[in-house]
């Protein structure tokens, strides 16, 4: 029973056993649950007075149907695929009775892709090229903060690039990747112009907060580190690390925005895999399901763009030391 | 006390400003002996930071300059440490990790852990912080923070201890505490302190000379003023001494009559609305 004496228990205790507490959660789930009402009694209404070349514009009740025809359909695939697997260790079993010596052919399943399948490949391409941009991103960002010679030079260079469109580097990258061999452990091509492209559109907010959070340390501090004569790696990791994470953070959670989003419009500009092209190829098939899938998607888009940022969030709380500080 | 230890010569300093270079220090005279206690009084505003960061190596002159130990001083160095007027902790840092940082960094791998260890709870015991060694700055009142400053000082062993308001936002028996802790460790470690102070009391106690400094723009030494009591001091004998009682007026009266600010600012008023009534008559 020692921790029942233990004061973060107390604390809990006293936490959750006051009525304060309680009625303050009460309240915000009440008015998160609203705000969800609300937006779904407009979809409700707006769609039964809108007409498409494809019927009526579909309700949440015919997205819900459709959610769970998706998930049937991924259900399908899958018993699909253990069937073939289960069907190719039957052969192997009748070749090896037949003849112990036998070379056994090991065919893939070529899986159609699902709605699931695709959230995947998004979320797959989405984290590679966001973790490459960082990777890049922060430790030049680091170097051009310390310098105010650096951040002149590439300074203009940034404002350059940053506004670019994702769908103006498209064509460049999907050019430029179609004239390098690329050997079987990248991935497919397309895997490799959407994370490229997803790269160069979402380095720059993470370059730039982290070039400002860290030219941005306080004199205090930078004092400090004078007199007490730190090395120039302590003085980064000691000094101008810790000041710049909630900028560093900043930065990271736009550019991961950012990705998410120019991902998307490059899987359908593009055709690559990924839920982009779900929308698209959904767009394209026009049957009268198609707009509910398209509903469904676009939700689950946003839902995934939504637990990205609390992802990072939740990475922030841990990282950074002020504990207080990360909030929404 | 010895030689000329620490010695500034014609000192001058000025900041490149939008209105042009701005004067804060001009013609700037002072030598230091080893040992010795020397604080700099003064108006706000009038340069006493500035004189210290210079002596610190953290500004640079940019006319004359100031030698310590026979060399030149371009930089800080590890027989100098600072307590600054904000304290300066670093926020992510506890208050143990906050001084033994200085401690790692001064002993450069001379000292053992457990020799660290001691080293750094000794001197915040002295400082009275041991109840807090684990608490981040932004959890502890502005007094302690100042505290914990003092002991990141103290615990380098700098043979010149520079000072900026080192007690200025402590209760009057806490400040009382540490004067005389500082009184003990500078007499036992004959260590050189220059120190920034508005208190005159806590001047003429603590010093062996008083720097007066006039107001600023172009400051300068106004006045030195050598407090000849003997030591150790005590503050309860001095408080009916006729001696320290004649340093103090001698202090206050530099303040309050010969580089008068709060006058100055009013008399310039006078002027403007002589000048207003002029230009409407
Ligand atoms: N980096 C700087 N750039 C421009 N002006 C400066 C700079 N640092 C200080 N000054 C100016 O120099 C003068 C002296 O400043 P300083 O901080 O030394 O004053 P101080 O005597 O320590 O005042 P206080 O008692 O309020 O701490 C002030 O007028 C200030 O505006
Ligand atoms: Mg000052």
């Not at chain 1, 697997?85 to 056994?104: F, N, V």
């Not at chain 1, 907060?209 to 730190?230: F, I």
């Not at chain 1, 092209?277 to 689950?300: P, T």
Request: with cysteine; aromatic share 8%.
């Amino acid at each position: 029973m020692k921790i029942l004496h233990h004061p973060a228990f107390h604390q809990w205790q006293s936490q959750f056993s006051s009525t304060l507490f309680w009625r303050k959660q009460l309240k915000q789930s009440l008015l998160t649950f609203s705000g969800l009402l609300v937006f779904v009694l407009c979809w409700q209404l707006a769609s039964s007075q809108i007409q498409t070349s494809l019927g009526q514009f579909p309700g949440p009740t015919q997205a819900a149907a459709q959610w769970s025809q998706l998930v049937d359909e991924y259900q399908a695939e899958q018993q699909r695929e253990d069937a073939f697997y289960q069907r190719q260790l039957e052969r192997h079993a009748a070749l090896l009775a037949a003849d112990p010596q036998a070379e056994l052919p090991n065919l893939p399943y070529r899986a159609r892709p699902t709605f699931f399948s695709q959230i995947l490949t998004s979320l797959q391409t989405v984290l590679t090229g966001f973790v490459l941009a960082s990777l890049i991103a922060i430790p030049l960002g680091i170097l051009i903060g310390l310098s105010s010679n650096l951040y002149q030079v590439f300074n203009p260079l940034i404002q350059l690039f940053k506004p670019i469109s994702p769908l103006a580097w498209l064509p460049l990258v999907t050019l430029i990747v179609s004239s390098v061999d690329l050997s079987a452990a990248w991935g497919s091509r397309s895997f490799v112009v959407s994370v490229c492209t997803v790269m160069l559109c979402s380095l720059w907010p993470t370059l730039l907060n982290t070039a400002v959070g860290v030219s941005q340390v306080p004199q205090d501090l930078l004092n400090v580190s004078k007199v007490l004569r730190l090395s120039w790696w302590r003085h980064l990791r000691i000094i101008v690390l810790p000041s710049a994470v909630p900028m560093i953070f900043t930065g990271l959670r736009l550019s991961l925005g950012i990705a998410w989003m120019v991902l998307i419009a490059a899987e359908m500009l593009a055709q690559n895999p990924g839920l982009g092209k779900f929308v698209w190829d959904e767009f394209q098939n026009g049957s009268s399901n198609s707009l509910s899938r398209i509903c469904v998607a676009v939700l689950v888009i946003g839902l995934l763009g939504f637990a990205l940022d609390r992802l990072m969030l939740t990475l922030q709380r841990k990282v950074n030391w002020d504990k207080s500080a990360v909030s929404r | 006390m010895q030689k000329t230890h620490l010695e500034l010569t014609q000192v001058g300093i000025s900041f490149p400003t939008e209105k042009g270079p701005f004067v804060a220090l001009q013609n700037v005279n002072l030598h230091i002996k080893k040992g010795e206690f020397v604080s700099l009084i003064g108006h706000s505003g009038c340069g006493k930071s500035t004189v210290l960061n210079i002596v610190a190596g953290l500004h640079q002159a940019t006319a004359g300059g100031v030698i310590l130990n026979h060399k030149e001083v371009t930089e800080p160095g590890p027989e100098r440490a600072v307590v600054f007027q904000n304290h300066s902790l670093l926020p992510w840092l506890t208050v143990y990790q906050n001084v033994e940082l200085a401690v790692k960094q001064q002993s450069k791998g001379k000292k053992t852990k457990a020799e660290i260890r001691d080293w750094v709870e000794h001197n915040l015991a002295l400082v009275h912080m041991s109840h807090a060694l684990d608490k981040r700055p932004g959890e502890i009142s502005g007094g302690m923070k100042q505290r914990v400053g003092i002991a990141r000082a103290l615990a380098m062993q700098p043979e010149v201890l520079l000072m900026d308001e080192p007690f200025g936002a402590l209760d009057a028996l806490t400040r009382a505490h540490l004067q005389d802790s500082l009184m003990e460790i500078q007499a036992q470690l004959n260590t050189t302190v220059m120190m920034i102070t508005h208190d005159v009391d806590e001047a003429v106690l603590l010093s062996d000379r008083i720097v007066m400094m006039t107001n600023g723009p172009a400051a300068t030494i106004g006045e030195i003023l050598t407090v000849d009591l003997p030591r150790p001091r005590h503050r309860l004998q001095l408080a009916d001494d006729p001696t320290y009682n004649h340093y103090r007026h001698q202090v206050l009266s530099f303040l309050y009559e010969k580089q008068r600010k709060v006058e100055d600012l009013g008399s310039k008023r006078a002027e403007k609305q002589q000048q207003k009534t002029q230009a409407s008559a």
